[in-house]
């Protein structure tokens, strides 16, 4: 029997295949001044649902069980129904031996759209396989920044956070809102995530902690007064 375990986030229309944020996530980490970065400190796994020990336990378990010599085909075998995937809902892609057997898991099933948000592009040894990934037809490799105010990374494709809805949106190339806030927090039918036409996407933040970690951000570069910060 396969030991594949995927995940059901709610919002998606797909599974996912996810590990514990932060301790997979080497991007996270300013690689100069060592602190978390703004986009991950509002990351949503780093709390609620996510901290509950059956949640973590699958998580756990996902983090031996790609080392097994049978991954990459019981993986393959599993998709067989999916026409769209998510990896990492949480968590990220912390080794390029794990990245290869992703890698070989795209390339075998062109019947599924893959989407892979990552941070590793920083290091170069990443370089290889997102490049190899992202030449495959069925595979977005979406480089997240790690700004809460639209800053941008370069790539492809590639997604930003902004800190609401009304903030202005002017940005090159073919960028989308993610709307999701305006479906009950669902993807509903949109796709755009999956789609390589789709240069950048756009995500606003929400939530009591990303407005707190969005003014500190604009209090230290001077936007905001101190008392705006709550």
Not at 36 to 57: L, T
Not at 98 to 117: D, E, G, S, V
Not at 193 to 202: A, N, R, S, Y
């Amino acid at each position: 029997m396969s030991s594949i375990k995927f995940s059901a986030a709610s919002k998606m229309p797909c599974f996912s295949w996810s590990l514990e944020a932060m301790i997979t996530c080497a991007g996270a980490v300013d690689i100069v001044t060592g602190a978390v970065v703004a986009a991950c400190e509002i990351c949503y796994a780093r709390g609620g649902f996510y901290q509950m020990p059956s949640v973590k336990a699958l998580r756990q378990h996902n983090k031996e069980d790609w080392k097994r010599p049978e991954f990459v085909d019981e993986f393959i075998v599993k998709l067989d129904n999916s026409r769209y995937f998510r990896w990492f809902d949480s968590g990220d892609c912390y080794t390029t031996k794990l990245a290869w057997k992703m890698y070989a898991i795209m390339k075998a099933t062109p019947w599924c759209q893959h989407w892979f948000p990552t941070r590793q592009y920083k290091f170069d040894k990443y370089k290889e396989v997102l490049d190899a990934m992202a030449l495959l037809p069925n595979v977005v490799v979406r480089f997240s920044s790690d700004s809460i105010t639209g800053g941008l990374v370069d790539g492809a494709t590639t997604s930003t956070i902004v800190p609401y809805v009304e903030t202005p949106i002017s940005f090159l190339g073919k960028s989308e809102v993610c709307l999701a806030y305006e479906r009950d927090g669902k993807c509903d039918t949109c796709r755009s995530c999956w789609d390589k036409d789709v240069e950048l996407i756009i995500y606003p933040a929400h939530g009591r902690k990303a407005k707190k970690v969005y003014n500190e951000t604009l209090y230290k570069i001077g936007y905001i007064k101190l008392e705006e910060v709550a």
